[in-house]
């Protein structure tokens, strides 16, 4: 059974695999439109996945602050994991300020500017009445447009909830699977020292015994010795 000093070690080598997972989606943005809902897919997957590393990391800094109650470990290993905690942290923020640029990009494309206002004032200006019914279709499909892709935002984020909320489940299972190896780790550790201690009453009471039965041979040899020699 792996101690908790090496389920917190695979706990985090997992954490630094999905890191340098969400990294590579981060660089391959860039062979996608700038734009469109294979942009918004692949997004909104970065997103899920980063919020998922957060998750992890919380539960590994909580891990870590208890370990030194589930085991004995050194504090220069404490302030080891620690820098290995920061270095990863530092290293997600990053990535949560390139995926933040990139969503707001996303979002002003999606959206739109104030100035797309006025660009519809302009083009509907001087326009009949036949051409502003042709104008009001065009714009009510553009606007069509833009509420699907809205339903892909929303659709996407309900799906990181559910992924965030698997997550956490997974995690509340893993740190109650693990207090429960520490539950039969000290029942064990306690059933051996009452064992030991049980052995130790045996070993000093037979000592006493073997001490009581020499000293007894020593005083019958020394009675026969003086019988003989007076008789």
Known sequence: MASPSEL?????????????????????????????????????AIRRKATILTTKL???????LALPGKQPISGKEINRRQEMLKNLSTKVNQMSTALNMAGAANRENLLGSDSKTDDIIYRA????NQGLVGFQRQTMREQDEGLEKLDETVTSTKHIALAVHEELTLHTRLLDDLDEHVDVTNSRMQRVQRNLAFLNKRT??????WIFLVIAIVILIVVVLVLIKYL
């Open 204 to 209: 000093k009471s037979g000592c006493a015994c």
């Open 58 to 64: 919380d539960s590994l800094q909580s891990l870590l």
């Open 8 to 44: 917190w070690m695979q706990e985090f080598n997992e954490a630094s695999k999905l890191g340098d997972e969400i990294s590579n989606m981060i660089s391959g943005k860039n062979s996608l439109p700038q734009s469109g809902p294979e942009t918004q897919r692949h997004l909104s």
């Open 125 to 128: 200006s001087g326009l009949d």
